[in-house]
């Protein structure tokens, strides 16, 4: 079998899986847990390999000091990537002790059961366990091609009896989140941000800070402002102070003009996309069919949105004699640390980056940045750890956004209806604005305002598969004349990054609504429509099973009340989701989700309530993205600042959703994280047109947005 | 700096501390009580919340003073791991969390809830849970968790 592309990189099987002698196993990966039960799907694997108990096993995640260069936790790559990798791994040793307890008991390996960390033979009644036989040494070698891991009739935990792992720390709150974080002697540190993106101080009489109780350091590097004391309320007082009291030259301003019009008049660079790759050549002129009896098009928007974690950014650091140790929540600890040595201009062995689990980070947030607040903040104090914390105008107003997008869509049908040509175009920012090594420029925040600023490094249009703007921008249809563009544009004014599901979000919503707006153009049932143009088994199968649950329930339709659904395939390569929504649209263009449906196959399931959550929890972000938010700026800086200027989704808005599970036991597992963010939002605005009669092509669906479209329609 | 006496899940504190102190600060910082979450600090997520004389308040922004003499009850004073409280433990068994950083501030308003109303429908739920925020979007898992502690709690 295929090895997984992790164990390319680190194909020893000691970096990834040690037996102790409290016969625990630990198990290292290079990637970290977000909350998306990524823990426990490791657990499971192994536990599952090597027939033990899952109590037996400890997952330590990414560590700078030891555990394999993963690079970052993200993309819905690592069931695929490091799952798999620990899946050929605990196989391989599965095979090793195996083969070394026949030799050791002179029976066939045929012959020999394993049962939690023992080996045993019932003819002879001899037994031996994993530890003996590895007589606590390393196993040296490598994991090859001819590893042949469990079928999965042989599973006893895979999709069945899988342990929930963690909870009772975390409802207990004993859960260690790098907020929590707790050294002897430790230091308070926060941070005074500019009042905008391009304030720069001017003036900070720093003697008033000085004065505030507990205030032990002053950090002041170019418009880089940290205050460090010993208790954290005074650090907390002491920045506001600090933040009062500092005097900024504001003069360059932000452009505020509208998103969607920067959007399409900014220079960019544009790119074909051809079977899901960018390629780097001349986009082809838009060729409509002679045949072409009816020409439709539409345009889709979507505005900024924010990670929102609910847990500020946080980290520790400590600078000691030999290195500095940094804490952070980070998506990846490798890289981090090359963008930290690069701002710091040292080796990058010389800083040591361990991840502690922050709250849900949904992408690239603040950890980042913060690493860098924290290392900035404990230079001055060698010896002294010092936990730094965002307040939340912090993580409301410097976080990296989900880029503004706007998608043009053009169709031109036969007389019958049928698709002749589909065309394609997304206009956005990046989505992929990561911090790593970037030489003597910068991605993390702090860089910019130092009193040796460094540069963003430029953009680059990326072209890999179903990548950043182009992401799900290529439609899983059976469309024969396709042309898909993306448009990577300059000069926007928001600082973005990647945000669950990145391009995706916004092209399936357009691809999807744009479906049945086709499906409606020539009095089709949608479902229908689509299904003419679908060959993979695969998306029919979870097309049919939402649609026909949607269908079974509610059939008498109130006023008012509507039903639309959506389907994707996250990256054409992941995990298939179709969602459908049932809602009620009021007079005053407020929308009230009652139930949704979700129907997903993402291959084999390794562990069904942590995929069900992960698609669930997608649902309910993205349509909280979709009815609720837009971050707002003006030419001073962000005004969403808070929860109340950036509301978000609530207990009472949230429908009654019910899951299926497609378990494709022979499959490959696939990633599921991101898979239900384009199809929601979709399938609420199909749902609103099947209520109201009403297109809804802007996001967010606010009450005011929805009058507005009425009042245009 | 003031002389404060306040009530922590039983145990009773002489506190000598800046009076102004948001009570959650010295919660986390002086009695080593992390599992009450600092969110945003304005009252608005819930994350803080912990119970004051049987209601669910916000901990993140009111004075430690406005809490002396005040009975208060964090996450860790109603369970532990060896011996999960009813709530705590039907959110064990409904896995109800993701990062389950907001957890402990929604189990805290939820007890506040049960402790009066034992037999509440799902609306008086999401009313009780209403500036509580979840961002992963555990909302039906945590419904169920605390629909399934209700039931638990009345036999």
New interface residues.
């Given amino acids: 079998m295929k090895l997984s592309s992790s164990l390319e990189n680190n194909p020893d099987i000691d970096s990834w899986l040690q037996f102790h002698s409290d016969g625990k196993i630990t198990v290292s990966t290079g990637k970290v847990e977000?909350?998306?039960?990524l823990i426990t799907a490791f657990t499971v694997i192994v536990a599952e390999e090597l027939d033990v108990d899952p109590g037996r096993i400890i997952v330590i995640t990414a560590d700078t000091s030891g555990s394999p260069n993963e690079g970052y936790t993200a993309g819905s790559n690592s069931m695929e990537s490091s799952g798999m990798a620990l899946r050929q791994v605990s196989a391989k040793v599965r095979q090793v002790l195996l083969e070394k307890a026949s030799q050791q008991l002179g029976v066939q390996v045929e012959n020999l059961n394993l049962n939690d960390g023992e080996i045993s033979c019932s003819l002879t009644n001899q037994s031996v366990t994993y530890l003996e036989l590895t007589g606590g040494k390393n196993f040296n070698i490598k994991v090859s091609e001819d590893v042949v891991p469990k079928s999965h009739d042989q599973y006893n935990l895979i999709g069945k009896k899988v342990p929930?792992i963690?909870?009772?720390?975390?409802?207990?709150?004993?859960?260690?989140?790098i907020?929590?974080l707790?050294f002897p002697g430790m230091l308070h540190a926060r941070v005074v941000r500019p009042p905008g993106y391009n304030a720069r101080l001017q003036e900070l009489n720093e003697k008033y800070v000085w004065e505030m109780?507990g205030v032990v350091g002053v950090v002041v590097d170019g418009s880089f402002l940290s205050v460090v004391c010993e208790?954290?309320?005074q650090a907390?007082r002491a920045s506001k102070k600090m933040s009062g009291l500092a005097i900024w030259d504001e003069s360059k301003e932000i452009n505020t003009e509208n998103i969607f019009s920067q959007l399409k008049k900014n220079n960019r660079q544009s790119l074909p996309v051809i079977k899901g790759v960018a390629e780097l050549s001349a986009v082809p002129s838009m060729k409509p069919p002679q045949n072409s009896a009816k020409t439709i098009s539409a345009t889709y928007q979507r505005p900024y949105h924010m990670h929102?974690?609910?847990?500020?950014s946080a980290a520790m650091a400590l600078y000691d004699d030999q290195e500095i140790k940094v804490w952070s929540h980070s998506q990846g600890v490798y890289p981090l640390r090359h963008a930290l040595a690069d701002v710091l201009g040292i080796e990058e062995d010389m800083i040591h980056v361990v991840h502690v689990?922050?709250?849900?980070c949904?992408g690239h947030n603040g950890a980042d940045d913060a690493a860098l607040d924290a290392v900035l903040a404990a230079r001055a104090f060698p010896g002294k750890p010092v936990l730094l914390?965002w307040?939340?105008v912090d993580e409301h107003s410097w976080e990296p956004y989900g880029s503004a997008m706007q998608i043009e869509l053009k169709a031109n049908l036969d007389k019958s209806g049928k698709v002749l040509y589909w065309n394609h175009e997304t206009y956005s920012d990046t989505h992929l604005k990561r911090p790593s090594s970037h030489g003597k420029k910068s991605r993390l925040l702090a860089s910019w305002h130092m009193q040796l600023p460094k540069q963003a490094p430029q953009v680059k249009p990326i072209t890999g598969y179903h990548s950043g703007i182009h992401r799900n921008a290529d439609p899983i249809y059976d469309f024969k004349d396709r042309r898909i563009v993306k448009h990577l544009v300059e000069n926007l004014p928001l600082r973005v990054s990647t945000l669950r599901s990145l391009g995706a979000y916004a092209n399936v919503f357009a691809i999807e609504s744009f479906m049945d707006e086709l499906a409606h153009s020539c009095g089709r049932n949608p479902l229908e429509f689509r299904m003419d143009y679908l060959s993979d088994y695969r998306a029919k199968a979870v097309l049919e099973a939402a649609v026909e649950k949607a269908n079974s329930r509610i059939s008498s339709k109130s006023e008012g009340h509507g039903r639309g659904f959506a389907l994707a395939r996250y990256k054409n390569a992941k995990c298939y989701a179709a969602v459908a929504v049932d809602l009620l649209v009021d007079d005053y263009g407020s929308i009230k989700l009652l139930r949704a449906v979700i129907a997903a196959d993402a291959g084999q399931v390794i562990d069904p309530?942590g995929f069900r959550?992960q698609l669930?929890?997608?649902?309910?972000?993205s349509a909280?993205w979709t009815l609720k938010e837009q971050v707002k700026f003006d030419e001073k800086g962000i005004t969403s600042q808070?929860?109340?200027s950036y509301p978000?989704?609530?207990?009472?808005d949230?429908p009654?959703?019910e899951t299926i599970l497609i378990d494709r036991k022979d499959s490959p597992v696939l990633g599921a994280g991101e898979a239900t963010q384009g199809p929601t939002a979709a399938a609420i605005s199909n749902a609103v047109f099947d209520a109201v009669g009403l297109r809804l092509r802007r996001i967010p669906f606010t009450p005011e947005m929805v009058l507005e479209a009425a009042a245009e329609a | 700096m003031g002389n404060i006496r306040i009530n922590v899940n039983g145990c009773e504190h002489q506190l000598e501390v800046?009076e102004r102190?948001?009570l959650i600060?010295i919660l986390?910082?002086d009695l080593?009580?992390?599992?009450?979450?600092?969110?945003?600090?304005?009252e608005?997520?819930g994350?803080c919340k912990v119970i004051v004389d049987g209601k669910a308040v916000f901990s993140c922004n009111s004075p430690v003073s406005s809490f002396a003499n005040c009975s208060v009850t964090?996450?860790?004073g109603i369970?532990?791991?060896e011996k999960?409280h009813p709530i705590?433990k039907s959110?064990?068994k409904e896995?109800a969390?993701?990062?389950?950083?907001?957890?402990?501030g929604i189990?805290m308003a939820a007890k506040a809830l049960l402790d009066t109303t034992p037999c509440p429908d799902k609306?008086m739920?999401?009313?009780a849970?209403?500036?509580?925020?979840?961002?992963?979007?555990?909302?039906?898992?945590?419904?169920k968790a605390v629909m399934r502690a209700a039931s638990e709690m009345r036999k």
Avoid at chain 1, 34 to 37: A, C, N, P
Avoid at chain 2, 32 to 42: A, M, N, P, S
Avoid at chain 2, 129 to 143: F, S, Y
């Fill in positions: 977000l909350g998306q039960k929930g963690g909870y009772e720390e975390l409802v207990t709150g004993a859960t260690t989140f907020q929590d707790e109780p208790r954290e309320e907390v929102g974690s609910v847990g500020p689990p922050g709250a849900g949904y914390k307040e939340r309530d959550s669930e929890g997608g649902l309910i972000q909280s808070d929860w109340e978000i989704i609530t207990f009472a949230v009654e959703i | 800046d102190t948001p600060y986390r910082n080593g009580l992390k599992g009450t979450k600092l969110g945003c600090g304005l608005q997520c994350a964090t996450i860790e369970g532990t791991a999960l705590q959110f064990v896995k969390a993701q990062c389950g950083y907001c957890i402990p189990i609306e739920v999401c009313e849970l209403a500036d509580n925020l979840c961002r992963c979007g555990t909302h039906p898992q945590i419904l």
